[in-house]
């Protein structure tokens, strides 16, 4: 007897210390997280007739640049293969020229007095609303998703870079574009398993406006492409 009592004591405990330093395992619906994406960004141009010629020459002389887009999201997961997302994100948005040649009038003989491009960046305040369907489910989940963001105009930067000799300038300002800017966005990825509490995201994502960046003879509608990088919390 004294033996059976002892035996139980000693399972008790194991139970007790083992469970005290097992990771918990969450129930919650809702996780936190903080993401950075690096973003190739560009612009689609859309003219009225008498404005084509305006686009083509744009569209020879303009290419795409870097940007990027980060911040934190709120994931909301009531179902086992959907999830909702939003969440509150600062992105560097546009596009910049090719390096051209710069010429004196002035000259005669009509050669290039310099070289130089423009980098023309968009900042905003996004707020997306995307849905997460779930293909897989593991340690690995597999998803695909879709939404729209709303981005609010916060500023621009135009940088005018000449090559020799090497010198920057720079044009700030706050008030020459649409203060709201409608996308939708399509994307899809993984989540890995780090913990019971905590995933690492890696999603590429497209996002493309739905609405012009001026209402302008030549609308530009502003799009990316990138890949989000994210660790999500589980409350």
Not at 158 to 184: C, W, Y
Not at 213 to 221: G, L, N, Q, R, T
Request: net charge neutral; aromatic share 12%; charged share 20%.
């Amino acid at each position: 007897m004294k033996t059976k009592i002892t035996s139980l004591l000693f399972i008790l405990v194991s139970s007790v210390v083992f469970g005290q330093t097992a990771e918990p395992v969450s129930s919650s619906n809702v996780s936190i997280g903080i993401s950075f994406s690096p973003d190739y960004c560009y612009r689609s141009l859309h003219p009225k007739s008498s404005y084509q010629l305006g686009t083509e020459f744009r569209d020879t002389m303009e290419v795409a640049k870097l940007g990027y887009t980060t911040g934190l999201s709120l994931l909301y997961k009531p179902w086992d293969r959907i999830s909702f997302e939003t969440g509150l994100y600062f992105s560097d948005k546009g596009y910049k020229t090719k390096v051209m040649d710069l010429y004196d009038i002035n000259q005669p003989t009509h050669l290039a007095v310099n070289r130089a491009k423009t980098i023309y960046h968009y900042y905003y305040l996004d707020i997306p609303i995307k849905l997460n369907y779930y293909l897989l489910k593991g340690k690995v989940d597999l998803f695909v998703s879709a939404g729209v963001s709303a981005n609010i105009y916060l500023s621009s930067r135009t940088i005018f870079k000449l090559e020799d000799p090497e010198e920057t300038q720079t044009i700030s300002s706050s008030g020459d574009l649409s203060q709201l800017n409608m996308a939708v966005l399509i994307g899809g990825g993984v989540d890995y398993e780090i913990s019971n509490r905590l995933n690492l995201r890696i999603e590429p994502i497209f996002r493309h406006a739905i609405t012009p960046v001026v209402d302008a003879p030549i609308k530009e509608y502003q799009y990316s492409a990138g890949a989000n990088f994210g660790l999500h919390y589980t409350l």
